[in-house]
């Protein structure tokens, strides 16, 4: 049986190595685990399925409603000029263009480079 992700956001963000909630694909992972380990005798009742999946649901609004909060507060740097970090040692400066979502991560836009929003390090 094949399980497709469900949501728009399944990877653990590269900024954050030590996430110990469970992610959309983790908690999948694990749902299908327990289906197909259960016993025939004894099969899953429908009330904890359900209560499952609602608990799946909510953790992918939630999760959404924390990016678009992120991003939403992002909005207050355009026109200002950061500071960020890159993964490869380059510090870049630059004036705050534009914010953006790219793969569930929010992204800032400077003058020719675009940046992960975790990178920042100094506004000034």
Do not use: C
């Not at 190595?17 to 999948?28: G, H, I, K, N, V």
């Not at 399925?49 to 609602?54: E, G, N, S, T």
Request: hydrophobic share 40%.
């Amino acid at each position: 049986m094949r399980i497709e992700a469900v949501g728009y956001n399944t990877a653990v963000p590269a900024g954050n190595p030590s996430r110990t909630t469970l992610d959309t694909y983790q908690f999948l992972r694990l749902l299908v685990v327990e289906l197909t380990s259960q016993n025939p005798m004894e099969p899953l009742r429908d009330r904890e399925f359900l209560a499952q999946m609602a608990q799946l649901n909510t953790a992918q609004q939630i999760e959404r409603l924390g990016t678009m909060l992120t991003a939403f507060q992002a909005t207050s740097l355009i026109g200002r000029e950061v500071e960020a970090s890159l993964p490869n040692g380059t510090t870049l400066t630059g004036k705050v263009h534009a914010v953006q979502l790219s793969a569930g991560k929010v992204m800032l836009r400077l003058e020719n480079q675009t940046i992960p929003l975790d990178a920042v390090r100094v506004i000034r």
